[in-house]
Structure formats: structure tokens, C-alpha cells
């Protein structure tokens, strides 16, 4: 069996991964699955643990504060779909042999202040520095936060009737990292405007804000029903997996999914389709119907855009995609077209 780069698609996580995770504890009552963020271990009182694993970015294009930003606000972002912030954070680093130290001071105090803004101690890990490791992947780290069972979110629970809403733009993350990673072509193709918001919409990757506010202060809004972050696949991929994830299926309007003009223009030049490119910044909100204006107002409140994109379905009705009036299966790509992207223009020496 063989395996392009990416995340691997849901069958090979049944057929590898799904039957096969150690152990059956009683207490693990939201394990592995394809499209879901977190898993839960069961504590006494009525808590529960949720976990969250992710890579750690260290990306030289992009600068040793920006890929802290990117290690720390990724894994908060899974867990921001609980509707809790992360707690406690354990970092594997394996950096490259040739790595300096006064970059890795750099690098790791970032990581401490980010970490400590969102409130989460760093209570362990692994740090080494290896040979041959060229990767921009720098490690793997995981985060914790303990909270009441009944009020945590997970995808499976969105149901059918649920109005789909989709925060900020599509496209987020990836057009942001290609702006910052190929200045000069952007500022030369696309002008120093779109750029310099390139730049700024950076620092948007997070969607921890976003599911925070939706649910509101102690949860006390349960007019949320789900939530999914949006990382490789882009918001239709986010959208796809929260579908699978519980179960329904679902009917999404083209014409409604958010998109940018900054998001679009980057997008066009590297060509690719920013409703399937990575858009870490974007959450993937479900709420009972007639709810969703509430919702988007509490969002728009705090300067998040937000908009109804489409709704949760039947499972027998499967998963479609509206465009220009037709109504199709939405396709789900195991490969987001930003590595490619990014390779291309980085192997024709793009600056």
C-alpha cells in the first residue's frame, strides 16, 4: 500500500488504524475517527479529559515567531472545537542537527508566550536535534484541558436539521503562508495591498476566539451543536469530515461559501481552489436551525465574520455541493493542493 503526502483518507484509516488503537479501556468513550478533533477519557464526578495531537511547524520562509504561532494555535484550534481552551501541552521537538541554539531560544520562548496568552502550561515533552532532519515538520506536541463531560462539543454530535455556518474566509492559513513565503511575486502579480493583507491575515489563523465566542462564556449558549477546524482540505474538506464524523449528510450552496478577495487573488496565482486548501483560522460551526442568526451575531460582535453556508441532511441523502443551481456529490481530496503549490513555485525559484 502506498500513500501520497497528506493526511490519509478514510479508508485507509479503517483499514489500519480503526480496529487497531491498543487496548480497549471502558473509560475512552470518544476514540480515533476520521473528521474527529479530540478524544475523551471519562473522570470521576462527571468530567471529562479531552486530548489533541498535532505537528509542530518550523518553517524558515516564514520566520521562527510565525511557526511558533503555527505549532501553538494549530493543536489549539482542535481543541477550541470542544468549546474549552487547552489546559496543559506536552512538545516533542526533533529539530535539525544544524539548527542553532540561539534560534532554538528564539523559537521556544515563543512557544511559551503563546502558550501562555491562551492559559496553557507546558507540563512535559522531548527535545533533540537529529541528523538529516530537513522537514518542516519539527515534532509533534499534544494538548489536554479537563471540563464537564456534558458541556464538551464533539463533531458527532451535529445532527440532521443543523444549519452549517462557516467563520472568516476560506483559504486562510494557506494563501497567508504563500504571500509571506513568496514576497516579491506577490508584490509584483498581485500588488503590495493584497500582500501586506496576506501578512495580516496571519495572525487570523487562529480559531480558538471563534469557537469560544460561539459557545459562549461557561458554555451557557446550547444552541451550538458541533464544531470542526478547518486544516487540510480546505473549509469544503472541513466540512465533509464534521458530516462523516456524525453520521448525516449534508447540502452546502457554493455560492455562499466565504472567499476573500485577498484569498482569491493569491489563490488564482498559485493556482489553486481555495475552497479546498488549508484554512486553519476558519471554524466549522453547527447550530440547531433557527438559531444561526444568533449565533452570527454573537460572532460578528467580536469582529468574526460568519456566515450560513448550508445544512446538515440524512444520511441517505448524502453529501452535496449546490453550484449553479445543480446539486452533486462533494468530492473529498486526499491531497490538499498547497504542498504542490507551494513546491512548485519554491522548485522555479520564486522569491
Given at each position: 500500500m502506498s500513500k501520497e503526502t497528506g493526511k490519509i483518507d478514510n479508508d485507509i484509516f479503517k483499514e489500519v488504524i480503526f480496529d487497531n488503537c491498543g487496548f480497549p479501556r471502558k473509560e475512552v468513550s470518544v476514540g480515533p475517527g476520521f473528521g474527529v478533533d479530540v478524544s475523551l477519557v471519562d473522570l470521576p464526578n462527571g468530567l471529562a479529559m479531552a486530548s489533541?495531537?498535532?505537528?509542530?511547524?518550523?518553517?524558515p520562509s516564514l520566520g521562527l515567531e510565525e511557526s511558533a504561532w503555527l505549532s501553538v494555535h494549530l493543536m489549539a484550534n482542535d481543541m477550541a472545537t470542544t468549546g474549552f481552551a487547552p489546559m496543559y501541552a506536552q512538545f516533542v521537538l526533533n529539530l535539525p542537527g544544524n539548527f542553532p541554539q540561539k534560534d532554538f531560544k528564539i523559537y521556544w520562548e515563543y512557544i511559551h508566550k503563546f502558550c501562555q496568552e491562551i492559559g496553557t502550561a507546558i507540563t512535559g515533552g522531548h527535545t533533540g536535534f537529529i541528523e538529516g532532519q530537513n522537514s518542516t515538520i519539527a515534532g509533534g506536541g499534544t494538548f489536554t484541558t479537563i471540563a464537564p463531560k456534558k458541556d464538551i462539543l464533539v463533531?458527532?454530535?451535529?445532527?440532521?436539521?443543523?444549519?452549517?455556518?462557516?467563520?472568516?474566509t476560506c483559504a486562510i492559513s494557506s494563501s497567508s503562508i504563500l504571500g509571506m513565503s513568496f514576497p516579491e511575486t506577490v508584490k509584483n502579480k498581485l500588488g503590495k495591498e493584497v500582500f501586506e493583507e496576506?501578512?495580516?491575515?496571519?495572525?487570523k489563523t487562529s480559531s480558538l476566539k471563534d469557537a469560544l465566542t460561539a459557545v459562549g462564556e461557561n458554555e451557557k449558549h446550547k444552541d451550538v451543536t458541533a464544531m470542526h477546524d478547518v486544516t487540510e482540505g480546505g473549509v469544503l474538506g472541513a466540512i465533509y469530515e464534521l458530516v462523516k464524523a456524525s453520521g448525516n449528510g449534508a447540502s452546502i450552496?457554493?455560492?455562499?461559501?466565504?472567499?476573500?478577495?485577498?484569498?482569491q487573488e493569491i489563490c488564482r496565482l498559485f493556482s489553486?481552489?481555495?475552497?479546498?486548501?488549508?484554512?486553519?483560522g476558519s471554524m466549522i460551526i453547527t447550530c440547531k436551525k433557527g438559531t444561526e442568526k444568533e449565533v452570527i451575531k454573537r460572532l460578528e460582535k467580536e469582529d468574526i465574520p460568519c456566515k450560513a453556508v448550508g445544512k446538515i441532511t440524512k444520511k441517505e441523502e448524502g453529501i452535496k455541493l449546490v453550484e449553479n443551481g445543480e446539486s452533486k456529490g462533494l468530492p473529498y481530496f486526499e491531497q490538499d493542493p498547497y504542498w504542490a503549490a507551494f513546491f512548485k513555485a519554491y522548485n522555479e525559484k520564486w522569491k
Open positions: 489533541t495531537s498535532d505537528p509542530l511547524s518550523l518553517i463533531s458527532k454530535n451535529a445532527a440532521p436539521g443543523d444549519v452549517i455556518l462557516v467563520t472568516k496576506s501578512c495580516r491575515m496571519f495572525y450552496n457554493d455560492d455562499l461559501l466565504p472567499i476573500a478577495h485577498t484569498q489553486i481552489d481555495p475552497r479546498y486548501s488549508i484554512g486553519a
